[in-house]
């Protein structure tokens, strides 16, 4: 990695370490960060190996084994949670700094393409002590003896203060009120196209010069998964290696394809891609469906991630594309497929938020659980849209929220800031689970990023 040490050395004679430290507490005790474990935890490691000179600490493979207790020599290509989680942190540093922060002597940054702090004294505001044009000291120059006879010579009308109120008054309603009369009594003509859902997150999926792939779940990996009794990497997914693993979930017989080789897709998952097909026609955009593609997830290649916007629906035993992001969310939601019980962790509950969840479909009163998260791709150039649960049909789930503004809007509305930048967000929802579908979707709680 290369290290812009000039940068790093001119900040070193400017701010004393002291004083850094200091900043960096007085970050990491924010509000801004309170709520965000894994992000005070890589700001206060990159900040302390900054300080401290400790350079060869901050690479990314050396970040993910002391920050998030990856093992020695993981593949960072296909677990991008130290580049995924810094683009959260430089984005949660610029809010603190124009919100909370923005009193602070000093400014703490984490410039792209590394991952060394740097600490800059804060900019102070100069004011011009000129003058201003319309300020009553001025010097204006005297009017001459024959400039204030002209002037009072002059035929202008001089009205008291109440008089033009109501002279403006009585023009503005004769200009309103004829308009008025012909809004309210006019045709209503029917809208040309109706939108559907929160249109602020289309506008992150589904944009013009970049392809969105909608994934659906691949059933004939649960199945082999379910019969096998075994779990499959992404590596072995992406290059079939389970397929040479076949026992018991071969056919008798031996004349027809194993279980896991079949294309299988949940019925769930075609109803979500059905509506989600729509939604450029109804945002009034048909022209954005020829950016849209449907690819099956055994079809899939690591290149397809990196550019494109992503919508990957299902569980990593469905679909395990989702574990290339499942470092950079909150929520991890596993199946396990020895008892059957799919269970939904929170690696950074909030108060009162229990740190595990279970559903197992055999008790009764059950609710089953979905997850709908939206976060980046890997490049950071586009935005994935991540739809998982503790069973096959809890995608229905993701489709009540997604068309139910009840649901949506607090969620949307915390996540969007006040520049109309949609933060990403996860939403843990719980259904009732029932033939044919998920019903009482409710809102179990949401984290925004």
Same mark, same amino acid.
């Given at each position: 990695? !290369? ?5 790093? =050395? ?11 430290? *200091? ?9 801004? /960060?309170?709520?965000?474990? &894994? ?26 084994? #002391?920050?998030?207790?990856?093992? !020695? ?10 580049? @995924? ?77 109440? !008089? ?16 008025? @009369? $012909?809004? %309210? ?29 909608? +994934? ?7 199945? $082999? ?18 397929? =040479?693993? @076949? ?16 294309? +299988?897709?949940?019925? !769930? ?20 469906? #020829?950016?849209?593609?449907?690819? $099956? *997830? ?18 990593? #035993? ?22 059957? +019980? ?12 229990? *740190?595990?969840?279970? $559903? ?30 503790? #069973? ?22 915390? *996540? ?8 990403? /967000? ?15 979707? &409710?809102?179990?709680?949401?984290? +925004? %990023?």
């Amino acid at each position: 990695m !290369a290290l812009n040490l000039q940068t790093i =050395s001119e900040n070193a004679e400017t701010v004393s370490p002291a004083t850094c430290r *200091a900043e960096l507490k007085r970050v990491l005790d924010s509000r801004t /960060f309170s709520k965000s474990v &894994r992000l005070r935890e890589l700001l206060e490691y990159v900040g302390i190996c900054s300080i401290e000179n400790r350079f060869d600490d901050l690479s990314e493979q050396q970040i993910g084994m #002391s920050v998030f207790q990856r093992p !020695a020599g993981y593949n960072s290509t296909e677990d991008t949670i130290v580049r @995924v989680t810094a683009r959260h942190l430089r984005d949660r540093l610029d809010l603190y700094y124009r919100e909370e922060g923005q009193n602070d002597p000093l400014r703490m940054f984490v410039p792209k393409g590394n991952y060394v702090a740097t600490f800059t004294i804060a900019p102070t505001l100069e004011f011009n002590s000129r003058p201003s044009p319309f300020s009553p000291a001025m010097d204006l120059p005297a009017l001459s003896t024959g400039d204030k006879k002209n002037l009072r010579n002059r035929k202008m009308v001089s009205w008291p203060l109440t !008089a033009w109120l109501a002279f403006a008054s009585c023009a503005g309603l004769a200009i309103v009120l004829p308009l008025l @009369v $012909y809004l %309210h009594f006019r045709p209503k003509p029917e809208p040309l196209v109706q939108s559907t859902g929160p249109e602020i997150l289309w506008r992150a999926l589904f944009t013009s010069g970049r392809k969105t792939l909608i +994934v659906p779940g691949d059933a004939g990996l649960d199945s $082999y998964i379910a019969w096998e009794q075994k779990s499959v990497s992404l590596t072995d997914y992406t290059n079939q290696a389970y397929q =040479s693993q @076949v026992t018991v979930s071969r056919p008798p017989t031996n004349k027809d394809v194993p279980l896991s080789v079949r294309s +299988v897709t949940p019925m !769930a998952d075609l109803r979500l891609v059905s509506e989600l097909v729509r939604v450029p026609d109804r945002m009034g955009q048909p022209q954005l469906n #020829s950016w849209i593609e449907i690819c $099956y *997830a055994r079809d899939m290649v690591v290149a397809n991630t990196q550019s494109n916007n992503l919508i990957l629906i299902g569980p990593e #035993s469905f679909n395990p594309w989702v574990m290339l992001y499942q470092g950079a969310l909150d929520f991890y939601v596993r199946w396990d497929y020895k008892s059957d +019980v799919g269970i939904v962790i929170d690696r950074a509950p909030k108060p009162g938020e229990p *740190a595990e969840l279970h $559903y197992d479909r055999r008790l009764p009163n059950q609710k089953a659980l979905t997850l709908v998260a939206l976060t980046d791709n890997s490049q950071g150039n586009g935005r994935v849209l991540i739809i998982e649960g503790t #069973s096959m049909g809890t995608t229905y789930g993701a489709l009540n929220f997604l068309t139910n503004e009840e649901l949506w809007r607090p969620v949307i509305h915390t *996540a969007t800031d006040n520049r109309g930048v949609l933060h990403n /967000f996860e939403v843990l929802l719980s259904n009732d689970f029932v033939r044919g579908g998920a019903s009482n979707t &409710r809102v179990v709680t949401f984290h +925004v %990023h």
